[in-house]
């Protein structure tokens, strides 16, 4: 039986047919899909990876002339105007410590006191031998006394002819070793009082005084302690006078003591007060130097008004010093001797290309180069340079003036 005969086998062979020919159809337009996809992706990758020729977008600055006012940099320390260092020229023990550290004080104030029970018995001794020599005095001045009276009488027994002038003779040297004597017991007496001055000198330094009005920065010495002052003056006391007034010792670099001056203004900064600028005044540098690891460095010292008692002794500042002004000068800001443009064949982008380099050559770099652009091209400008703010920069050039542009960086590659 065929399928002509038979209408259900005509109609399933039908279906067959039609199922295959779908299948057929459905592959040929899978098989195209995927190459419309290869193709697209291969072509945006050569889109993407081809080199291309880029514009480079510059950042430029225009010149101008502006005042400079020129300043030097310099750190260092806050320190009292007037410091004084209090010890004791006398060995003994420290029985009462009165004061301490922060505290205000004025001149004559006690600070501390030493055991007297041995500079007492020292000055009640010098008394006794002051009492002792005026004794010995006046019993040489009675001696003496009595050696005139017998030196008259034989004298005028003698030239009565009553006595032989051997008697006169020895009544001369019996007076004038009686006035020997009372020479010796004056300077006996000298040295007494002597004596006692310089024990009463002693218990009078067995009191530590203040020789000015200000404040204890430091104390060394406890009630107990025992201090020796056989060989040097030991400290006991470090005074500030008046912290209301202070003084900042600065570091200036050589290349810049030259500029510095005393009367010049300045300001610094320290880190305690970060959002605060303090005013100062320059007040003298100092002739000789400080080297340190081959530096060469010179103490300026500046005065510091501290009224509001905000500022400490040793806070490190920063102080910036007003060295002079330039006015109307033509100007470039520092970033333009920094930069070098890319050279030609560094430009562009792609796979088959080398990566740009920003810095550019640096071998054309230099501290008088400033760059230009010469159509779309950077071209190189050698300058003369003079003072500099730190952040701008004298120049002197024939090719430039005022108004026009020089290059400063580069802001970013845009294509055309």
Avoid: C
């Amino acid at each position: 039986m065929t399928t002509e005969n038979d209408p259900s086998l005509k109609k399933m062979a039908d279906e067959v047919h039609s199922v295959i020919q779908a299948e057929r159809q459905r592959d040929r337009f899978s098989t195209l899909g995927w190459l419309v996809l290869v193709v697209a992706i291969v072509s945006a990758l050569l889109w993407w990876f081809w080199p291309t020729e880029d514009r480079t977008r510059w950042q430029t600055y225009t010149l101008d002339r502006a005042d400079m006012v020129l300043t030097a940099m310099a750190t260092g320390n806050l320190q009292p105007k007037s410091e004084v260092s209090v010890g004791a020229e006398i060995s003994g023990l420290v029985s009462e410590v009165l004061v301490s550290e922060n505290d205000q004080i004025h001149q004559g104030q006690i600070l501390a006191k030493f055991d007297t029970e041995e500079l007492d018995v020292a000055l009640q001794q010098a008394a006794a031998g002051l009492a002792l020599a005026e004794a010995s005095l006046f019993e040489a001045t009675a001696t003496l006394e009595e050696a005139l009276l017998d030196e008259r009488r034989i004298q005028s027994l003698v030239q009565q002819k009553l006595l032989h002038q051997s008697a006169l003779d020895s009544a001369v040297a019996t007076r004038k070793r009686a006035e020997a004597r009372v020479a010796y017991s004056n300077a006996t007496v000298a040295q007494a009082k002597a004596t006692i001055s310089q024990a009463r000198t002693r218990l009078e330094k067995a009191v530590i005084t203040s020789p000015i009005n200000g404040v204890v920065l430091q104390r060394s010495i406890e009630p107990g302690t025992t201090v020796a002052a056989s060989f040097q003056t030991p400290v006991l006391f470090l005074l500030a006078e008046d912290l209301g007034q202070m003084e900042l010792h600065v570091s200036t670099d050589e290349a810049d003591v030259s500029m510095v001056k005393a009367g010049q203004s300045a300001t610094f900064t320290v880190d305690a007060w970060s959002n605060r600028e303090f005013d100062a005044q320059v007040v003298k540098v100092y002739l000789y130097p400080t080297v340190e690891n081959n530096v060469v460095t010179y103490t300026t010292v500046l005065a510091v008004d501290n009224s509001e008692h905000l500022l400490q002794p040793g806070m490190t500042a920063t102080a910036t010093i007003a060295t002079g002004r330039r006015e109307q000068v033509l100007r470039v800001p520092n970033t333009a001797f920094r930069f070098t443009p890319p050279t030609t064949e560094e430009k562009g982008g792609g796979l088959f290309s080398h990566p740009a380099d920003r810095s550019g050559d640096q071998s054309l770099a230099s501290a008088n180069t400033i760059w230009i652009l010469a159509g779309e091209k950077p071209q190189r400008v050698l300058v003369g340079t003079g003072y500099t703010d730190g952040r701008y920069t004298e120049i002197f050039s024939d090719e430039l003036s005022a108004g026009d542009t020089i290059l400063v960086g580069i802001v970013g590659d845009a294509d055309e």
